[in-house]
């Protein structure tokens, strides 16, 4: 096994809709290739049979692109870190299988990663990087959590949602829209061009949980009423719906995140996850600086899935010796 941790490590994600590979040399990134699945737009969300296949097709030429991006052979690897969960069970069989092959076949360390650990240590892949212990407002696809970051490994839950995720809730009321998914970027573009005038129910929980399911109804029941009095109601109010909806949902976010910031007294704070790509709640994160917050936001390809973020976590573990053994089982949650 190799000592060194300053060697070439090659990082796998495939937990959902995109495969990826990253190759790190120490802690320098040196290529991330995405291959995103578009299979899924006009079917309304990802098909979980029809992502494990594509990831099939996809993971060679990914590793394969990465690889040639960073100028190196496979036999010049030197570590392998692959994410473990949580995801959908079939991608991640994919590329947890495909990874543990290679580590067999090529006598590698082998690292499983937290997808949802490696989204926040994503900040650690570029310059200026937060300090320990930061707050970290973690919203993705499947996942909405406040999280304290005390070290690399050690991330406190100190808030999550009880039902859908941030994600879901701009993926599902995109669907009513009849947006293509992921409808969060399209609900993003077409708000830009809106005027949030539409007032929908904030949803409400004790404490820092979450809750979304509220807001769905809400604008279910509001574009029922709308369209009984004007069936193009949709179509002639789609960018105003899109940024009342947006607003709606950073809103809440935001008061959450500040109301954490308070009850820990932390003013170092971190956005990551798929959502994080959101202009307008990153606009509004980005305000907290008026606040006295020190405040961090991921270049936009670095919020989305990507291998990058599990090589990063891949990294950090490799230099604390954190292997996972070939027997290692994936997880869905
Ligand atoms: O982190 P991610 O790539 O995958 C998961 O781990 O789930 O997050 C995907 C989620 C989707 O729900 C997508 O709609 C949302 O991130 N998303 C956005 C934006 N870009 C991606 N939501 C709002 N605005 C965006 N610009
Ligand atoms: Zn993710």
């Known amino acids: 096994m190799e000592k060194s941790r300053n060697g070439y490590l090659l990082a796998i994600e495939s937990s959902c809709d995109d495969s990826s590979a990253a190759i790190f040399k120490g802690r320098q990134l040196l290529s991330n290739i995405i291959s995103s699945q578009l299979d899924h737009r006009d079917l309304g969300g990802v098909v979980p049979e029809l992502a494990s296949r594509k990831h099939l097709e996809n993971i060679q030429p990914v ?94 839950v100190v808030g999550k949602t009880i039902d859908d995720a941030a994600g879901e809730a701009f993926d599902k009321t995109g669907k009513i829209l009849g947006l293509p998914y992921p409808a969060g970027p399209e609900i993003d573009r077409l708000a830009q061009k809106g005027k949030a005038r539409f007032k929908f129910t904030t949803p409400s929980v004790d404490g820092l949980n979450f809750s979304f399911s509220g807001l769905k109804t809400s604008i279910l029941y509001f574009l029922r009423d709308e369209k009984k009095k004007n069936p193009d109601f949709i179509e002639q109010n789609l960018t105003d719906i899109c940024a009342s909806v947006q607003k709606t949902i950073v809103d809440y976010l935001l008061l959450q995140l500040e109301k954490a910031m308070e009850q820990y007294g932390l003013d170092r704070v971190a956005i990551a996850g798929g959502v994080s790509a959101n202009s307008e709640l990153r606009r509004r994160v980005q305000g907290l600086k008026n606040i006295g917050a020190e405040v961090f936001i991921l270049p936009m390809k670095y919020c989305v899935d990507n291998a990058g973020m599990i090589g990063m976590a891949g990294v950090f573990k490799w230099e604390k010796e954190m292997y996972t053994t070939l027997d290692a089982p994936v997880f869905t949650k």
Not at 128 to 150: A, K, N
């Open 63 to 156: 590793v394969e692109q990465a690889l040639k991006k960073a100028g190196i052979g496979k036999s010049e690897l030197k570590a392998i870190a692959y994410t473990q969960g949580p995801g959908l069970l079939g991608s991640l069989l994919v590329g947890a299988g495909y990874a543990k092959g290679l580590a067999l076949s090529h006598q590698l360390p082998l690292i499983g990663i937290h997808h949802m650990e490696a989204h926040v240590l994503a900040h650690f892949i570029e310059d200026p990087h937060p300090r320990y212990p930061f707050l970290c407002l973690l919203v993705s696809g499947g996942h909405t959590q406040l999280v304290i970051m005390h070290d690399a490994f050690e991330m406190e």
